[in-house]
């Protein structure tokens, strides 16, 4: 009898391990993500103020936590903006950043650039923490008709 007791263990453990290897690994979604980016303001591209922040990109925080932004950067090919002393609300909180000027506000953030960030030909948006590491991306590429999407 122990020795079928003992097949039957290996049999269990051995199917076990084989579950564990075949089962397919799945990304989980980060808490803290993107979550749309208006990569052409509406209108003409007169670079005024206005048009400027009619440009903008959003982070959601899914988490039941609050988040603290401190140190993280938004990345783009060529420009990069560091969020200063920011947190961002738990349970759906979110945080938009608009390229021009303005005065921030715990939900609306300004790069405080002259220029527009976002291609409206395609961009890569890269969200990194303050330690440097990726914590996610949002890509996009011209559609005709949308100038917003949902990363």
């Known amino acids: 009898m122990r020795t079928s007791l003992s097949i039957a263990s290996a049999l269990a453990v051995a199917a076990a391990g084989v579950l564990a290897v075949t089962a397919p690994a799945q990304a989980a ?5 993107f979550y749309a980016v208006q990569y052409d303001s509406p209108g003409k591209d007169t670079r005024s103020n206005a048009s400027l922040n009619a440009e903008w990109i959003q982070l959601v925080n899914t988490g039941s936590k609050a ?5 993280w950067k938004i990345v783009d090919k060529s420009k990069t903006y560091t969020f200063g002393s920011v947190t961002i609300a738990g349970k759906g909180g979110k945080v938009t950043l608009h390229t021009g000027k303005g005065t921030n506000t715990k939900t609306s953030l300004y790069w405080n650039s002259g220029n527009y960030v ?6 890569t948006a890269t ?5 440097g ?9 011209q559609k005709t008709g949308r ?3 949902s990363c």
């Open 29 to 33: 979604t980060p808490t803290l993500r």
């Open 67 to 71: 988040v603290s932004l401190k140190g």
């Open 118 to 123: 976002w291609n409206n030909t395609g961009d």
């Open 127 to 131: 969200l990194r923490t303050s330690a």
């Open 133 to 141: 590491k990726v914590h996610d991306t949002c890509t996009w590429k």
């Open 147 to 149: 100038t917003k999407i």
